[in-house]
C-alpha cells in the first residue's frame, strides 16, 4: 500500500522566516495530495492541496510544489506568524482509491 | 458548507462498557465516511472506511468486533467501542466525503476518550 514520509517532525522557526516541510511517497498511481493544519485537541484543517497535473500552487501565504517523477511534495509557508504554529499533516490518495494516507506530522513553532 | 459534527466532544467510561459515537454531515450527504484514531503526538491511523448501507472495510489490525461501525444513512455513521480498556483511550476522528468533492475529506471535531 502507500507509505508517506514527511520530514521533518518539529520545525521552529523564527517569526517573519519560512517554513518547509516535505513529503515522500511510494505509490506513483496516487494523484491527490492534500495538506492539513490541525491545532491541540481540533479537527485537521484542509489549508492546501494539489493535484497531480500541476506542479505549484499557491495561496498568499502558503505554497505547495509537487514533483511527480521523484515523488515528493512539499509545503511552504512564507512570511510566518505566531499563529501558524500547528502540527501539518501530508496525505496522498490514488485516482482509484478511497483512503488518505497521511505522513507522520510536523510541529512547527513560529517564536515571536 | 461542508460541516461535519460529531457526538460526543469527550466521554470518560469505566473499563468493559461500550461508547458509541456519532459522526454526522450536516450539510451534503456522506457517500462515505472514515475513522481515524489519533493517540497523543502522533498522526491520524485510519481505522475503517464505511459507505452508506454497505458494511464497512476495516484497515489491516483493526478488531471489527471491537469497533462496530454503522454507516445507516447518508448523513450518519457511528462507531461502538465496545468492552472498552484503557489502552484504547484516544481521539477518535471522522470524516465525510460527498456532494460535489471527488477527493477531499471534511473532518469532524472528534472525540476524546477516556477510560478509567
Known amino acids: 500500500g502507500e507509505n508517506v514520509e514527511q520530514h521533518p517532525s518539529t520545525l521552529s522557526v523564527q517569526e517573519g522566516d519560512s517554513a518547509v516541510i516535505k513529503c515522500t511517497y511510494s505509490?506513483?498511481?496516487?494523484?491527490?495530495f492534500p495538506w492539513y493544519k490541525q491545532e491541540l485537541g481540533k479537527r485537521p484543517q484542509l489549508i492546501i492541496d494539489?493535484?497531480?497535473?500541476?506542479g505549484e500552487k499557491k495561496d498568499q501565504r502558503i505554497a505547495v510544489t509537487l514533483n511527480k517523477t521523484a515523488k515528493h511534495f512539499s509545503l511552504h509557508i512564507t512570511e510566518t506568524q505566531p499563529e501558524d504554529s500547528a502540527v501539518y499533516f501530508c496525505?496522498?490518495?490514488?485516482?482509484?482509491?478511497?483512503?488518505?494516507?497521511f505522513g507522520g506530522g510536523t510541529r512547527v513553532l513560529v517564536k515571536p | 458548507g461542508a460541516v461535519v459534527s460529531q457526538h460526543p466532544s469527550w466521554v470518560i467510561c469505566k473499563s468493559g462498557t461500550s461508547v458509541k459515537i456519532e459522526c454526522r454531515s450536516l450539510?451534503?450527504?456522506?457517500?462515505?465516511m472514515f475513522w481515524y484514531r489519533q493517540f497523543p503526538k502522533q498522526s491520524l491511523m485510519l481505522m475503517a472506511t464505511?459507505?452508506?448501507?454497505?458494511?464497512?472495510?476495516?484497515e489491516q489490525g483493526v478488531e471489527k468486533d471491537k469497533f462496530l461501525i454503522n454507516h445507516a444513512s447518508l448523513t450518519l455513521s457511528t462507531l461502538t467501542v465496545t468492552s472498552a480498556h484503557p489502552e484504547d483511550s484516544s481521539f477518535y476522528i471522522c470524516?465525510?466525503?460527498?456532494?460535489?468533492?471527488?477527493?477531499?475529506?471534511?473532518f469532524g471535531p472528534g472525540t476524546r476518550l477516556t477510560v478509567l
Open positions: 470524516s465525510a466525503r460527498g456532494g460535489l468533492a471527488v477527493n477531499e475529506q471534511f
Open positions: 505509490d506513483s498511481a496516487s494523484n491527490y
Open positions: 494539489i493535484r497531480s497535473n500541476v
Open positions: 496525505a496522498a490518495k490514488k485516482a482509484a482509491g478511497n483512503k488518505l494516507t
Open positions: 450539510d451534503f450527504q456522506a457517500t462515505t
Open positions: 464505511s459507505n452508506e448501507g454497505s458494511k464497512a472495510t476495516y
